[in-house]
């Protein structure tokens, strides 16, 4: 199966940052779309940012200006930069890949908590 590595959660202080990392299957030849989520408890799993084959890219209100997303193609990895960052941002992360529409493939997730 395809397989999702993520890295780079932690506990964090207000006002700093992480990289989190998500490393593909090499085996993959192309990825028509790459996603991060997140969920906090009790919460529904919002979509956080996404960047397309094409070069899209798109955020949530809530994080534009603070959060981007990029992605490497050899190998297959894509990275969320996470910038001033608050205690509602809170939650687990989670991984998305869109290989070939509609099937999704998920990463387990990884927690970032942002408190003092």
């Known amino acids: 199966q395809v397989q999702l590595v993520e890295s780079g959660g932690g506990l964090v202080q207000p006002g700093g940052s992480l990289r989190l990392s998500c490393a593909v299957s090499?085996?993959?030849?192309?990825?028509?779309?790459m996603a991060w989520y997140r969920q906090a408890p009790g919460k529904q799993r919002e979509l956080v940012a996404t960047i397309t084959s094409g070069g899209y890219t798109y955020y949530a209100d809530s994080v534009k200006g603070r959060f981007t997303i990029s992605r490497d193609n050899a190998p297959n990895t894509v990275y969320l930069q996470i910038n001033s960052l608050k205690p509602e941002d809170t939650a687990v992360y989670y991984c998305q890949v869109i290989i070939t529409v509609p099937t999704a493939y998920w990463g387990q997730g990884t927690q970032v908590t942002v408190s003092s």
């Open positions: 090499r085996s993959i030849s192309s990825i028509y779309r």
